[in-house]
């Protein structure tokens, strides 16, 4: 699309709740200072957004407020002083902007949770005027749509796997589940020769195979550790992706190698966990917690992506109007990411 139009589409909340949402005709913004202006071709939505629309996760919303975080799109007017990007440049956003690399920002009392669609208004629209080192260059290889899912879940499978578990070929990956973040674990894994088990609902797990897993076991029907374990010939899991929280922890304890590495990743059964000490200890397992990642993170992961021909699983695009319909997918479940499209 070109930037001709004086208007645009965005979509708007007064309000917490998705009754609050409206599709509105505003201004096209202008890029201030440092600032470039991004015509938007998609937007991947993460669980993480449909629970800021429909609870405000606690996050000091100013409304009017726009969701959404992951976009991708191509620069097409320049701030004064802009110096990274030139008119017509594929950028993707970065979910946690102002974390450019080294130590995440924060401390101790106030850990730092300033994102995109939360602490910062959101990208669910056509055009968005933003400091341009909020951006990365897009990978050459992938589509708009395939490009918006790597900001956070492909962000922060790498994350963990290769930013901070030096992750290399011939070890053993424990995936539990098949969402995003789940999904790029599994492809990172075989991008690096490691041996991959998912951990699944049954209906999935043929998929999962299909994308490079090596190993899949029905959480439903057996004991996933013990299977963990005996697939492993009780050497266990060098790296495990851990999506679940609460007690959950303490089988991922169970599960790691010597010396193994869990990725503190999810809570979806709880907010607070709980693990035996002795494996933990006896076991000299790490247990390292994971929000996202930095902007440099994110440009090696659009270097390895260019390089190894990685394809983000999409499970289905929807038009920007059909943002509630796509809210809906996303609590039925997906395998794959649900992308907006500005069409």
Not at 1 to 10: G, L, N, P, S, V
Not at 298 to 311: I, M, P, S, Y
């Given at each position: 699309?070109?930037?001709?139009?004086?208007?645009?589409?965005?979509?708007?909340?007064?309000?917490?709740?998705?009754d609050w949402l409206t599709l509105r005709e505003v201004p096209i913004p202008k890029p201030r200072q440092g600032e470039v202006l991004v015509n938007v071709a998609a937007v991947a939505l993460n669980y993480r957004d449909k629970m800021v629309i429909e609870n405000g996760r606690g996050l000091p919303l100013v409304f009017p407020f726009t969701p959404g975080s992951d976009l991708a799109g191509s620069v097409v007017a320049l701030g004064e002083g802009v110096t990274r990007f030139n008119i017509g440049d594929k950028v993707i956003s970065t979910f946690t902007p102002d974390w450019i690399d080294g130590t995440r920002p924060g401390n101790a009392r106030t850990p730092h949770y300033r994102t995109l669609g939360g602490y910062y208004p959101g990208v669910l629209a056509e055009y968005v005027a933003l400091p341009e080192d909020w951006f990365v260059r897009a990978p050459a290889t992938l589509s708009y749509a395939e490009a918006s899912t790597l900001p956070c879940a492909g962000l922060t499978a790498w994350f963990a796997l290769v930013e901070r578990g030096r992750l290399h070929a011939g070890e053993t990956v424990l995936v539990e589940g098949t969402g995003g973040v789940a999904l790029f674990g599994i492809q990172i894994a075989k991008m690096h020769d490691a041996e991959v088990i998912v951990s699944g609902s049954a209906n999935k797990l043929a998929r999962a195979k299909a994308l490079g897993a090596d190993?899949?076991?029905?959480?439903?029907?057996e004991n996933w550790v013990e299977a963990v374990l005996r697939i492993t010939e009780d050497h266990g899991a060098d790296h495990i992706l851990e999506m679940v929280g609460g007690p959950h922890l303490g089988k991922a304890v169970q599960t790691a190698a010597i010396g193994g590495h869990i990725y503190q990743i999810g809570a979806l059964e709880s907010f607070e966990m709980s693990a035996p000490v002795m494996p933990l200890m006896l076991k000299d397992v790490n247990i390292q917690g994971i929000a996202t990642g930095h902007r440099r993170a994110?440009?090696?992961?659009?270097?390895?992506?260019?390089?190894?021909?990685?394809?983000p699983v999409i499970d289905t695009c929807y038009p920007l109007a059909n943002l509630p319909v796509a809210l809906d997918h996303l609590d039925r479940g997906a395998f794959g990411k649900i992308v907006i499209e500005m069409v």
């Open positions: 699309m070109k930037y001709m139009a004086e208007t645009m589409r965005r979509w708007q909340m007064d309000g917490i709740g998705r190993h899949v076991i029905d959480r439903r029907e994110l440009e090696n992961l659009v270097r390895a992506v260019d390089q190894t021909g990685l394809k």
